[in-house]
């Protein structure tokens, strides 16, 4: 009977598996086709004087079925991002223990945000209630798509649960003991503090939003759960019951629906597709053959081929295990130190600042900015920070001798160049399209997609099974992003109901205290939040208290979101959590002390570039002034 039962869960297991798989396979699937869409829409509309009537519909339509299919696949593969920082020290049983708990704490959430999804698609429905725009469709059709997701991803997470469960059962089992904290002790007190949380919420809202969320973060909760589940509570007793709570498919359909936030999984699924088309090998030769002769030279290639990456993948950490994979072996062979080798296959990554960036896009989406200016205003730091990390490596070798000259004739370069034009067109066409005004943001980031599989067909290093992974993989990734958007976005509707915004830069204004105190303030603030959390929660998590104060500093919203970016680009250089620090560590397995030791030259230089964008604006704002 236990065995019936047993081979019973295994068959329900696998088709909740199977399901989750073929959901975002059919979203990403429909993402590519989104990609194909909108590159001919931008075509039509510009070169055939004939815009289309049905691709923004569509494409949005999409976009919101996308986010939810998505997700739970995420959950199974348990890539939503969270901050094990402590909880990843602990004996398997522990760990496993605290799995539970947040996956419990997840399910609340994802049951609420079903269960309300489907009173706002029942009431669409009763309605009869239709979308905007050229092409007109129920509403309920859209809305359907958060119901559905939610109960795939529920199922998922009682698939988790019930494998973390036979995981402990087969930990007991185990002859030998487990020392540190043990599961029952840790289920007390994770008990404890959640209590002692909720309790803080009948004394300060604000603090008690404070003090949960730092609380589940503490525990490892995945951000994008902990976020919602925190603006969750704050929602029911800021309303005083469970009315409030149909604020949540109103965030979920204005972060579907919008149109700036597409651009986040197609340059996630361009980005991932480049990666792995063979594109960093053929920079990174390109650069070799023309800056090796020079002291450094092959030092001040990867820098600079990070840099173009950068201008093509918009992901720091793709970046840099790309860079890392194609030049720590020739750096090495070519006699560079050990310690400046690392540092700059680590240090020299700016994907979050040289557009095109995800940051960016996420940053003008919160602050509504124009990420077009936001890009622009990238440019010329993102440049100054490759000249200055180069210039440090030239410095290094010229000091020490650590390096040995490479030399090609004029014939080997001018080959290496004729194979890389394609590579060097990238930029320009993705980049291009949206400074001259041939296309938006979004639809960049189509015909980056586009751009990628030209590339991968012309490398032919991606087949038909890895191209499939290249869509899973990039669907998960943007999903994620997106999910901790709209947990951040709950909670920060609860923020500002609250007022913690308009009143803390009240009682800034009111302190006294110089614009530079509190900007250094700011700063040293985000720099800590990168010890723990990723660049994206960061960013969703401080954006919202911060830009509102600006204008009463004297910050320009554009000037501080580059500098944000090159703040949680050093945030990716500090441990305990740097993942560009772990992503190194992982491909080179070298002690994680010598990692840490050897970007600390290229953490000063962010610093410093940060200080400069404070002193001098003007490096930031300069080009986007003269492309109005």
């Known amino acids: 009977m236990i065995q019936s039962d047993h081979n019973f869960a295994h068959r329900i297991g696998r088709l909740v598996d199977q399901t989750s798989w073929f959901a975002v396979l059919l979203a990403g699937c429909l993402m590519m086709a989104v990609a194909l869409f909108m590159s001919f829409e931008a075509f039509a509309r510009h070169f055939l004087d004939s815009p289309t009537s049905w691709v923004m519909s569509v494409s949005i339509f999409i976009f919101m079925w996308f986010i939810f299919l998505s997700t739970p696949y995420g959950i199974k593969v348990d890539k939503h991002v969270a901050c094990d920082v402590?909880?990843?020290?602990?004996?398997?049983?522990?760990?496993?223990?605290?799995?539970?708990?947040?996956?419990?704490?997840?399910?609340?959430?994802?049951?609420?945000?079903?269960?309300?999804?489907?009173?706002?698609?029942?009431?669409?429905?009763?309605?009869?209630?239709?979308?905007?725009?050229?092409?007109?469709y129920p509403i309920w059709m859209l809305l359907l798509s958060i119901p559905s997701g939610m109960i795939l991803c529920l199922f998922q997470i009682l698939r988790n649960i019930h494998l973390r469960t036979r995981c402990l059962h087969e930990l007991k089992m185990q002859s030998e003991k487990l020392s540190g904290l043990r599961p029952a002790t840790a289920m007390i007190l994770f008990l404890i503090s959640i209590t002692a949380g909720i309790l803080v919420f009948f004394i300060s809202q604000p603090f008690g939003i404070l003090a949960f969320a730092l609380i589940l973060l503490f525990w490892g909760a995945p951000i994008s759960f902990a976020l919602g589940s925190v603006g969750l509570i704050g929602l029911v007793f800021f309303h005083g019951g469970p009315a409030g709570l149909n604020t949540l498919p109103i965030v979920a359909e204005h972060t579907g629906t919008n149109f700036l936030l597409l651009a986040i999984p197609l340059f996630t699924l361009g980005g991932i597709i480049l990666s792995r088309s063979g594109l960093g090998e053929e920079m990174y030769?390109?650069?070799?053959?023309?800056?090796?002769?020079?002291?450094?030279?092959?030092?001040?290639?990867?820098?600079?081929?990070?840099?173009?990456?950068?201008?093509?993948?918009?992901?720091?950490?793709?970046?840099?295990?790309?860079?890392?994979?194609?030049?720590?072996?020739?750096?090495?062979?070519?006699?560079?130190?050990?310690?400046?080798?690392?540092g700059t296959v680590t240090g020299s990554s700016l994907g979050l600042i040289i557009p095109p960036s995800i940051g960016f896009i996420v940053y003008g989406f919160l602050t509504d900015t124009s990420v077009g200016e936001l890009f622009l205003a990238g440019v010329i730091p993102g440049a100054i920070l490759v000249c200055m990390f180069s210039a440090y490596v030239i410095l290094y070798c010229k000091i020490t001798g650590r390096y040995e000259p490479v030399s090609y004739s004029w014939k080997d370069r001018i080959i290496s160049l004729r194979k890389s034009v394609i590579i060097l067109l990238g930029p320009v066409f993705v980049l291009g399209s949206i400074y001259t005004g041939l296309a938006t943001p979004t639809e960049a980031g189509a015909i980056l997609v586009l751009y990628s599989l030209f590339c991968s067909l012309i490398f032919k290093k991606i087949n038909f099974k890895g191209l499939i992974q290249c869509i899973i993989d990039s669907s998960v990734l943007s999903t994620m992003i997106l999910m901790i958007m709209m947990g951040a976005l709950i909670m920060s509707n609860v923020i500002?109901?609250?007022?913690?915004?308009?009143?803390?830069?009240?009682?800034?204004?009111?302190?006294?205290?110089?614009?530079?105190?509190?900007?250094?303030?700011?700063?040293?603030?985000?720099?800590?939040?990168?010890?723990?959390?990723?660049?994206?929660?960061?960013?969703?998590?401080?954006?919202?208290?911060?830009?509102?104060?600006?204008?009463?500093?004297?910050?320009?919203?554009?000037?501080?979101?580059?500098?944000l970016m090159m703040l949680i680009e050093t945030a990716l250089l500090t441990p305990p959590v740097g993942l560009n620090i772990f992503t190194v560590k992982g491909i080179l397995n070298e002690p994680l002390s010598l990692i840490i030791k050897s970007v600390i030259p290229f953490v000063l230089i962010l610093i410093f570039g940060v200080i400069l964008v404070f002193v001098w604006p003007d490096l930031a704002l300069w080009l986007p002034s003269r492309m109005r």
Not at 516 to 537: E, N, P, Q, R, T
């Open 86 to 136: 402590f909880v990843s020290r602990l004996p398997d049983d522990t760990r496993q223990s605290l799995g539970i708990a947040t996956d419990i704490l997840s399910f609340l959430y994802i049951l609420s945000m079903g269960y309300f999804g489907y009173t706002a698609f029942t009431e669409a429905l009763d309605f009869g209630s239709m979308s905007e725009g050229l092409v007109r």
């Open 285 to 342: 030769e390109l650069s070799s053959r023309w800056l090796g002769w020079m002291p450094g030279g092959l030092g001040v290639a990867t820098c600079i081929t990070g840099g173009i990456l950068a201008a093509m993948i918009g992901s720091s950490t793709a970046v840099t295990a790309i860079v890392t994979l194609v030049a720590m072996q020739p750096l090495l062979a070519r006699g560079y130190d050990k310690t400046l080798a690392i």
């Open 496 to 563: 500002t109901l609250l007022q913690v915004p308009s009143n803390l830069t009240q009682a800034i204004i009111n302190s006294g205290l110089p614009t530079y105190a509190v900007l250094i303030c700011i700063v040293l603030f985000i720099l800590i939040l990168g010890m723990f959390l990723d660049g994206g929660s960061i960013t969703v998590l401080t954006v919202p208290v911060i830009a509102p104060m600006l204008p009463a500093l004297g910050v320009d919203t554009v000037v501080f979101g580059v500098i």
